[in-house]
C-alpha cells in the first residue's frame, strides 16, 4: 500500500477512538447522569475535563515528539488514551468518571496532534487534501456508529461497557503505528519552555474551569467568575512571556500567516458554535423531546452520515472556488444550519430532522477540511510542529469553550422561564446565540487574501481582462 495511503489510514485509528468516544458519551449522559445522581448538565464537566486536558498538554505535544520520535510519542498516547477508557469504564461516582476523562485527554493531547504531525511530515503539500480526506473518512465512521451503538449500549446493558470499545481499535493502531510509522525526531530540538508551559496550562485549564462551572456545578459562581478572570489574566502573561521568548511552547508569531491565522482565529470562532451541537443536541432529543437513546442516537447520525458523503466533494469544490469563497459562504450556511436545529420539537417529523442534520453534515464537513488545510498552507519545516500544536489546541479549546457556553446558556434559559427541569422550549435560544457565534468567522474569513492556499487547493483566479 502506498505510503500517502497508508499514514493517512494509521493516523486515523487514533481518530476514530477519539470521534467514537466523544459521539457514545454524548448520547449517554442522560443515563450517566441518572445513574450517578446527578444534573444532566453538570456531566458537561466530564466533557470539559477531557477537553481541559487537551488544553494543558497539546502545546508540548510537539516539542515532545521532536525530543523522542513521532512514534514513539504517538504509541505511548494511545495507550495511555487505552488506559483511561478503561477506568473510565469501571468508574462509579462522577469525581471518578471526571478524573478518569483527565487520563483520556492527556492521551489525546498527544494522541491527535502528533498523529497530525506524522501525517503533515509524511505527504507532500500537492497531495494534502487528499491525504486529509483519507485520514478523516475513516474518523467519520465513528460518529456515524457512535450515537446509535451507544444507545443501544446504554439501552441494553450499562453506560460504562461502550468505553470498552476503544480497546480493540487502540490495540490494532498500536500494532499499526509500531509497524509502518517512522519515529522521526529533531537534532536541534529547543528546550522546553517549562515557564510558558506553566503559564498557558495554569490560564488554559483555570479559564476553562470557570467556563466550566458557571452553572453553580461543583463550585460556587463567584469561584467560576474569579477562575475566568484569573485564567484570563495568566494568559496575558504568557502573551507577554511569549513575545519575549525564543522558542515558546505557543509560537505566536505564526499567527502573521495568512493562512494560518485564518484557520486558528476563523476556525475557533466556527468551532465554538458548533462544537455545542454535541452536548446541546442529544439532551433535547432525549430530555426535551423525550426520545429513547437508541432513537435519538439514530438521528443524530444523520449528520456522519453527511460528513461522509461530502468527503468525496470537497477537492472539486476547493480547486473550483478556492478557499476563501468557500469559507465564506460555507460558514454562514452551516451556521444557518445550526440555528434550524433550534426550531426542531417533538412534532417535527424524524425525516425533517435527519434532512436538516444530514445537509448540517455535509457543510461542516466541508468547512473542517478546508480550515485544516489553510491552517498548514504557508507553515514549513520546522514550524510544523509548533503550528500543529498551536492549531491543535485551538481546535480543543474551542469546543470546549462552546459546550460550556452552550450548556450555560440553555440552563440561565430554564432557569428565567422558572423550570425546575430542562423543558423542550429552552433548548432554542442556545441553538441561535451558538449559531450566531459560528457565523461571526465570516468576518475573519473575507479578509483573507483571495490567493492564500492556491498551491493546496489548485484553484487559481481567472485572469482579468486587459483594455
Known amino acids: 500500500m502506498q505510503r500517502s495511503v497508508l499514514i493517512p489510514l494509521i493516523v486515523a485509528c487514533a481518530l476514530f477512538m477519539e470521534h467514537m468516544d466523544s459521539t457514545v458519551i454524548a448520547t449517554s449522559l442522560p443515563a450517566i447522569a441518572a445513574d450517578l445522581g446527578e444534573n444532566p448538565l453538570a456531566l458537561k464537566l466530564a466533557l470539559t475535563s477531557y477537553l481541559v486536558a487537551l488544553a494543558v498538554f497539546i502545546p508540548v505535544s510537539g516539542w515532545v515528539a521532536d525530543r523522542y520520535g513521532s512514534r514513539s510519542v504517538f504509541a505511548w498516547a494511545i495507550g495511555v488514551f487505552m488506559l483511561g477508557s478503561l477506568l473510565s469504564g469501571a468508574s462509579g461516582s462522577l469525581e471518578a468518571f471526571v478524573g478518569a476523562r483527565f487520563l483520556q485527554g492527556i492521551g489525546g493531547a498527544m494522541m491527535v496532534p502528533v498523529g497530525r504531525l506524522v501525517l503533515l511530515r509524511a505527504i507532500p503539500k500537492s497531495e494534502l487534501v487528499a491525504a486529509l480526506n483519507l485520514l478523516t473518512v475513516p474518523a467519520m465512521i465513528a460518529p456515524l456508529l457512535g450515537p446509535p451503538l451507544g444507545g443501544l449500549i446504554t439501552q441494553a446493558a450499562h453506560w460504562r461497557w461502550i468505553f470498552l470499545i476503544n480497546l480493540p481499535i487502540g490495540a490494532l493502531g498500536l500494532f499499526l503505528v509500531l509497524k509502518h510509522v517512522p519515529n522521526v525526531r529533531e537534532t536541534d530540538n529547543p528546550p522546553l519552555d517549562l515557564a510558558g508551559f506553566a503559564l498557558s496550562g495554569l490560564g488554559l485549564s483555570v479559564l476553562m474551569l470557570g467556563l466550566s462551572t458557571l452553572g453553580g456545578h461543583l463550585v460556587a459562581r463567584g469561584v467560576s467568575l474569579a477562575c475566568i478572570a484569573g485564567g484570563a489574566l495568566v494568559l496575558a502573561a504568557y502573551v507577554r512571556h511569549a513575545l519575549r521568548t525564543a522558542h515558546p511552547v505557543l509560537d505566536l508569531s505564526l499567527l502573521r500567516q495568512p493562512g494560518f491565522f485564518n484557520g486558528v482565529a476563523a476556525g475557533s470562532l466556527f468551532r465554538v458554535g458548533l462544537g455545542s451541537l454535541a452536548f446541546l443536541l442529544p439532551l433535547m432529543l432525549q430530555l426535551g423531546f423525550g426520545m429513547s437513546p437508541f432513537n435519538a442516537g439514530m438521528v443524530i447520525c444523520a449528520g456522519a452520515a453527511g460528513v461522509m458523503v461530502m468527503k468525496s466533494a470537497t477537492v472539486w469544490v476547493l480547486r473550483r472556488y478556492g478557499f476563501r ?7 454562514a450556511a452551516s451556521g444557518g444550519a445550526l440555528a434550524l436545529c433550534g426550531l426542531f420539537s417533538a412534532a417535527t417529523p424524524y425525516w425533517v430532522m435527519v434532512a436538516v442534520l444530514f445537509a448540517s453534515g455535509c457543510l461542516r464537513s466541508l468547512q473542517f477540511t478546508a480550515l485544516n488545510a489553510i491552517t498548514f498552507a504557508d507553515v514549513h519545516g520546522r514550524q510544523m510542529s509548533r503550528a500543529t500544536s498551536f492549531s491543535g489546541m485551538a481546535q480543543r479549546l474551542a469546543q470546549s469553550v462552546g459546550i460550556a457556553i452552550g ?44 490567493g492564500v492556499g492556491a498551491e493546496i487547493s489548485g484553484h487559481r483566479e481567472p485572469a482579468k481582462a486587459v483594455s
Do not use: K, T
Open 407 to 450: 450548556a450555560y446558556i440553555l440552563e440561565l434559559v430554564s432557569v428565567l422561564r422558572g423550570h425546575s427541569s430542562l423543558q423542550e422550549n429552552d433548548f432554542w435560544p442556545a441553538f441561535v446565540a451558538m449559531a450566531l457565534i459560528s457565523c461571526s468567522a465570516v468576518l475573519v474569513h473575507a479578509r483573507m487574501p483571495a
Open 325 to 331: 469563497r468557500v469559507l465564506v459562504a460555507n460558514c
